[in-house]
């Protein structure tokens, strides 16, 4: 027999990095022995966009309407709460990797956590790695429309593996230590390559804990009563990856070994939030492919995306944004340096679980150079979010 109660456990914040087993949100089950929890919720983003010819022409040269994000996401435990679970799934195409993998990607977490003790616990499966910090923060905790574009290239994602984690609160001093060994080939993965991918991330907070993992959500909507800080690093080295970003991207003819670091840091106090994420990737002895008339690469590089925003007391945030982004010395023939400068405005209703988002963008030479030379253009976006 299943029983529906509204769970008063302590309350914890949407991170993908562990279960969430609060039931104090979303529709929760469990058993009257309480040997099993389920905890259902859902979240789903319909958003529209508009981007000009250029700076100057304002005239539409295409335009976006969809559904960004549809997902379903399972926490719960079996037996006790030491041993836990957390699936999520994904069904709009935008969301599945589709251009990549011409397979629809459903699956983007299904892991097992263990915790040995309250200061350490270990996850088996497909999720998310220790990478940079806004990739780890939700895509339904972020205060713009989507994440920056030095995380599009960037980031580490998802992948297949043994992800361990330890935090050591020490009164007002709290560090973290975050590890994984994973495929290195990415989720949805049929086989593997005979190489892994090994990763490492260690998150400093000198003044204490975030109010509600407030670390892991945009802006400051909890409005820190003392200033908060967060400083954190990742290395990560995928040996023999075959995609293009390890991780993610294009299948290339020949593998190669990746390495990436992030550093990040984030602070809060009363309302005000800034963050700034630095990311850059290497490839020893990189290579230019020819496949099917077309050139095929690895973005090797570096960029750096800042953000300030306020939120004030009636949860309206005003946000901005600087990202640059530039290519090394072997990629700069076929790659643009750019940037991309946005404003953003949300109202929270009370929260990030349900928001409306407008963000203006003024984008400087993205893309190929070969394929579109220099490029100014404006970017208009539109979307509401809504979930339990």
């Avoid at 319909?46 to 997902?71: H, K, Y």
């Avoid at 020949?254 to 009363?270: E, G, H, P, W």
């Amino acid at each position: 027999m299943l029983v529906l109660p509204f769970y008063n456990g302590t309350a914890q914040t949407e991170v993908d990095e562990r279960a969430v087993i609060s039931f104090d949100k979303g529709l929760g089950f469990f058993d009257p022995d309480s040997l099993f929890g389920l905890n259902i919720r859902f979240r789903m983003q319909n958003r529209v966009g508009m981007t000009t010819i250029s700076n100057t022409n304002l005239t539409p040269d295409n335009f976006e309407a969809n559904v960004r994000r549809l997902r379903l996401r399972f926490d719960g435990f079996i037996g006790n709460t030491n041993l836990t679970y957390y699936l999520q799934l994904s069904f709009s195409r935008g969301d599945q990797d589709w251009d990549n993998t011409h397979f629809p990607g459903i699956v983007r977490d299904a892991m097992i956590f263990y915790t040995f003790s309250p200061n350490f616990y270990m996850g088996f499966g497909q999720g998310k790695l220790p990478g940079n910090r806004q990739r780890v923060t939700s895509s339904g905790s972020q205060q713009f429309a989507d994440r920056s574009a030095v995380n599009a290239i960037f980031n580490i994602d998802r992948d297949f593996g043994f992800m361990g984690y330890y935090i050591a609160d020490n009164d007002d001093f709290t560090y973290r230590i975050k590890t994984a060994i994973s495929s290195g080939e990415g989720r949805n993965i049929i086989r593997t390559d005979p190489g892994l991918a090994y990763t490492a991330r260690l998150e400093i907070l000198p003044l204490g804990e975030f109010t509600k993992d407030g670390d892991f959500l945009e802006g400051d909507l909890f409005r820190e009563a003392t200033p908060k800080i967060s400083l954190g690093a990742t290395a990560s080295f995928n040996h023999k990856a075959r995609r293009q970003a390890g991780q993610r991207g294009s299948y290339m003819p020949d593998d190669q070994n990746i390495t990436s670091y992030f550093i990040d840091f984030l602070t809060k106090y009363n309302g005000w939030a800034f963050s700034s994420d630095f990311a850059i990737r290497d490839i020893q002895n990189q290579r230019i492919f020819m496949v099917d008339d077309e050139l095929l690469y690895s973005y090797t590089g570096w960029g750096i995306n800042n953000q300030l925003s306020y939120v004030f007391p009636s949860k309206f945030e005003l946000a901005l944004r600087h990202t640059y982004i530039k290519p090394d010395h072997f990629i700069k023939w076929f790659e643009n340096t750019q940037g991309i400068y946005t404003i953003g405005i949300s109202k929270y209703l009370p929260d990030h679980k349900n928001k409306v988002q407008l963000n203006l963008s003024y984008n400087t030479n993205p893309g190929t150079n070969f394929a579109t030379g220099e490029r100014q253009f404006w970017n208009v976006m539109f979307q509401i979010e809504t979930g339990i």
